[in-house]
């Protein structure tokens, strides 16, 4: 069964939207199997964003392209240039302050996770998504103020990224495999009430 990690970053742990996070991935039928509480690092941050080696240039390519949809001019036109100092940046941001990071697991999770949480520019984010509905975010006025995209949550991108992101944040022993009675409801497939 699929497993994805979700961080609510530390202005989701500052304006109380722990629950109101943990709610909506908790109603989708997804398990949570580890949670925890903690202070990032640098060190943490930095393994995090360099798991995919092109996310630099992936990030900077995104930047680019939302800034010439709106017809405006880019702090940078090359893609690892901004990608690089997105993680300058990102360091600054998670390291400010406790992190909740959790593994949640089911069917899809990755694609769940990522649905649940919306796009990475909160003023783009369908309503309806974490990022969309709890946050005025965009591109600019991150960037205007020389900051990392305040967006609430990570959601892992892919189930590689997802697994890798899991062994870095958590020990095998804290992933609990346990079940629940809702289970067999969700995935067997003869069940009786
Ligand atoms: P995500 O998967 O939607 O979180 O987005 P990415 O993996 O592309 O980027 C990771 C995080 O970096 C985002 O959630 C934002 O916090 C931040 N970020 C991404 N792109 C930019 C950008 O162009 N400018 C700034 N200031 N921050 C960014
Ligand atoms: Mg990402």
Redesign the pocket.
């Known amino acids: 069964m699929e497993k994805t990690l979700i961080v609510i ?1 530390p202005d989701g742990v500052q304006r109380n939207l722990i629950g109101e996070i943990i709610s909506r991935y908790e109603r989708t039928g997804l398990k949570l199997v580890a949670l925890k509480m903690m202070q990032a690092d640098e060190n943490l941050v930095e393994k995090h ?1 360099t798991i995919d080696p092109d ?1 630099k240039k ?3 390519t ?2 680019i392209e ?1 800034y010439e949809k709106k017809g405006l001019q880019p702090p940078s036109n090359d893609p690892v240039e ?1 990608g690089e ?2 993680l300058k ?2 360091k600054i ?1 998670i390291c400010a302050a406790p992190v909740v990071a959790m593994v949640w697991q089911g069917n899809e999770a990755v694609k769940l996770g990522r649905k649940i ?1 919306g ?2 520019e909160s003023l783009s984010a369908e309503m309806g998504t974490i990022r969309g509905d709890y946050s005025l975010e965009s ?1 600019q006025l ?2 205007g103020s020389e ?5 609430l949550v ?2 892992s ?1 892919s189930v590689e990224e997802a697994d890798q992101e899991i062994a870095l944040w958590f020990t095998e022993n804290e992933i609990l495999n346990y079940k629940l009675i809702r289970d067999t409801l969700l995935y067997d497939k003869n069940w009786t009430i």
């Open positions: 970053k964003y996310w992936n990030v900077g995104k930047a939302s901004v100092d997105v940046r990102l941001y949480c796009s990475t591109y991150a960037d900051r990392a995209i305040v967006n990570h959601a991108g």
